[in-house]
T-cell receptor, first 113, second 111 residues
Framework: NAGVTQTPKFQVLKTGQSMTLQCAQD?????MSWYRQDPGMGLRLIHY???????DQGEVPNGYNVSRSTTEDFPLRLLSAAPSQTSVYFC????????????FGQGTRLTVV | DQQVKQNSPSLSVQEGRISILNCDYT??????FLWYKKYPAEGPTFLIS?????DKNEDGRFTVFLNKSAKHLSLHIVPSQPGDSAVYFC??????????FGAGTRLTVKP
């Protein structure tokens, strides 16, 4: 089982550029979420989804968009990258609620210059 | 507003001894608590959890204790092994799909 797969692993963007971070899971989980990890801050929830076609905002949603057209995929879009979005991004999926035991991807390290 | 706090950024223990990692929270609505372990260049992996209706949960070498009146939980690892060296995150939730994480404690277990 691949679990949760994130691509790319590393990315450098220029300010103002857009990009999509990909996330796919093969565990048939209904719940998926995106977090960012910054030094001294732990992980913070950006957006989450409780099923295909349903998304909602987390703690730090500004500057990010998500969609959930299938159970497997949950991409995160940065519409106009800013240096403040330099971070490590983790996608997670869970069998139960978003705030229960989650399986995380390996992360995407994003640098915005 | 950091609702979950891990005040010790790092902890070093000798192999075979007990490791105690601490976590404090401020939101009295939190009713479910989790610990995750993270190795470098990997995503966090779930370790153990506890519901607010319990004060202790044990899984092999790992035990989590919850003190609701003090809004404090701790993770005990006995005996500690070098492979336990990682960053440990405490997380808490209140049933609204919003999980809050602490900043993490880096545990080093020396052989």
């Amino acid at each position: 089982n691949a679990g949760v797969t994130q691509t790319p692993k590393f990315q450098v963007l220029k300010t103002g550029q857009s990009m999509t971070l990909q996330c796919a899971q093969d565990m048939n989980h209904e719940y998926m979420s995106w977090y960012r990890q910054d030094p001294g801050m732990g992980l913070r929830l950006i957006h989450y989804s409780v099923g295909a076609g349903i998304t909602d905002q987390g703690e730090v949603p500004n500057g990010y968009n998500v969609s959930r057209s299938t159970t497997e995929d949950f991409p995160l879009r940065l519409l106009s990258a800013a240096p403040s979005q330099t971070s490590v991004y983790f996608c997670a999926s869970s069998y139960g609620r978003v705030d229960t035991e989650a399986f995380f991807g390996q992360g995407t390290r994003l640098t915005v210059v | 507003d950091q609702q979950v706090k891990q005040n010790s950024p790092s902890l070093s223990v000798q192999e075979g001894r007990i490791s105690i990692l601490n976590c404090d929270y401020t939101n009295s609505m939190f009713d479910y608590f989790l610990w995750y372990k993270k190795y470098p260049a990997e995503g966090p992996t779930f370790l153990i959890s506890i519901s607010s209706i319990k004060d202790k949960n044990e899984d092999g070498r790992f035990t989590v204790f919850l003190n609701k009146s003090a809004k404090h939980l701790s993770l005990h690892i006995v005996p500690s092994q070098p492979g336990d060296s990682a960053v440990y995150f405490c997380a808490a939730s209140g049933g609204n799909n919003d999980m809050r994480f602490g900043a993490g404690t880096r545990l080093t277990v020396k052989p």
